[in-house]
């Protein structure tokens, strides 16, 4: 059900990751000077997907693993709108993964954000897609989102940040956004944002991330050139964050899916005139093609 409602306090543990992210999300929207009323926020089913209660911003909470294609139909209803996809790992890896793969070659202009705890937080800390080897059991290797997004080749914008480093998060945020803004497309960012009851990962994450832009041979355009970075920089035990995928500017794009399926310049179904005197032609025409 969609709300347009007051935010209400977070009833996540003190010290969960996903409070420096709702933290980032209002900070990059503030200085963008988003107005409130064309930010929309689809959840997920988890501790994350309840993000939207604790903004001020329209909400939806979707299905679990279902938020990216209610998100992009909220898109294509109302390209104007600034539209986020968020949820966790389990949401998005697991019963969401068609979903995750096919965001990608579509190429709506929204933002997907991952809280990835590598754990199902709110059903009390079972293993997830990212979960490593001896979590509670679990014996299958971590999938890795950036290598499979990297994998996609669509001029996506691609990153993935970590809740204890809250400045590199809102400035990826904010990038996200102007490029969703500007109609370029899919944007994604996987943050890495610590379950402190299930699986505290912060002491780990903090000594283990690594900043890809300083590692040699940075490019953010070459997906070849970021695959075999990530891939060494995981092999010597480090996690890579920062901007992963970002096409050059001023390169020739497969556009937006938006400026694809609808007329230059149209206002979405959602703002359509459905006054029924003005349009009796065109709904009779309807009527009959169904018929
Ligand atoms: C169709 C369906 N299957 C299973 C569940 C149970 N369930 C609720 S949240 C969740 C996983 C939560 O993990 P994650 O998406 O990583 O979010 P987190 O709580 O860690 O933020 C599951 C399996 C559900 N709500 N709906
Ligand atoms: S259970 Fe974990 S993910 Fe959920 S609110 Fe608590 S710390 Fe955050
Ligand atoms: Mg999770």
Redesign the pocket.
Known sequence: MVQSAKPTQPIWCPGCGDFALLACVKKAAAELKIPTHELVLVG??????SIHNFLEINGLHA??GRLLAQAVGVKLANPNLTVFAA?????GYA?GMGHFMHAFKKNVSILYIV?N?E?????KGQP?PTSQIGFEGNIEKPFDAILTALSIPAPNFIARTFSGDPKTLTAVLKEALEFNRAHRGFAFIEDLSP?VTYNDTYKLWRERVVDVSKLPGYDASDRKAMFRLCMEAMDSGKIPIGVMHRPPEGAPLDPALETRVLPAGALGPARADIEIEPNRAAYAKLLHSVA
């Open positions: 997920g089913i988890g501790c994350s997907g299905l679990h949820g966790g790992d389990g949401d019963i809280m705890n754990t199902y937080g709110l059903t997830s379950c």
